[in-house]
């Protein structure tokens, strides 16, 4: 093997070392952040679901779906996609998150219902703001509305856990139970290899054994 196919050997070898410890680094546009971690955290949303929107500025709330199941974690981010800045009513801009009644009318369920700071702000075109996050758990099924102070608003559904059917499981008996356990004992009905002390052998014609005599126990034999 010459020298330079060694070197390409071994590199390679490290590679698959290094990939197997879990010691490669992620790209600076990679996520680092876990979703639903051991920790009890609640999941994001794995599935995209688009609803009618109040008008075209709602696509500028980015989110991951617009159904969620109570409890997982609404997350968004607000991205200027027109062409010129949106005014903002605080500073930094925050959001508040409005239930729909049975009689149509928004009630605040989350968040104040005029900006937290006086100052004004804005977002340039192409900007976006923080990632905003809030967890869904003990809210009520039904639609919702995010208000943004940048003056955008996005609806999405909440909807209850989805539930799977319980499979009945059949029950035994104790008796079946025991049997179904339990092997009964085989009845060996082979026959027997050796012959007892007292069994009676034919011998070859060509033995020096004489009749009547055990072949199991030479010293039984009978001289005559």
Not at 20 to 33: D, E, H, I, R
Not at 85 to 107: R, T, Y
Not at 132 to 146: E, K, L, N, S
């Amino acid at each position: 093997m010459t020298p330079h196919r060694y070197i390409v050997i071994l590199s390679a070898l490290s590679v698959i070392i290094m990939i197997a410890a879990g010691c490669t680094t992620l790209s600076p546009g990679q996520n680092t952040t876990p979703v639903g971690t051991p920790s009890g955290e609640p999941l994001l949303a794995s599935y995209k679901v688009t609803i009618n929107q109040p008008d075209a500025m709602s696509a500028y709330i980015h989110m991951d779906t617009d159904r969620y199941n109570i409890g997982e974690v609404v997350q968004f981010t607000v991205t200027n996609d027109g062409s010129g800045p949106l005014e903002c009513a605080g500073d930094p801009p925050a959001f508040s998150v409005k239930s729909q009644g049975i009689n149509g009318i928004w009630v605040t369920r989350m968040g104040n219902e005029t900006p937290g700071t006086p100052e004004k702000s804005s977002l340039e075109p192409g900007a976006s703001t923080v990632m905003y996050r809030f967890v869904t758990d003990g809210w009520a099924p039904g639609r919702y509305r995010i208000v943004h102070d940048c003056g955008v608003v996005r609806e999405f559904i909440l909807r209850p856990v989805p539930t799977l059917a319980a499979t009945p499981v059949e029950t035994l008996s104790l008796n079946e139970t025991v049997n179904s356990t339990v092997a009964t004992p085989a009845v060996a009905t082979m026959a027997l290899i050796n012959p007892p002390a007292t069994a009676t052998v034919t011998l070859p014609a060509n033995t020096s054994a004489p009749p009547y005599a055990s072949s199991r126990n030479p010293d039984s034999w009978i001289n005559f």
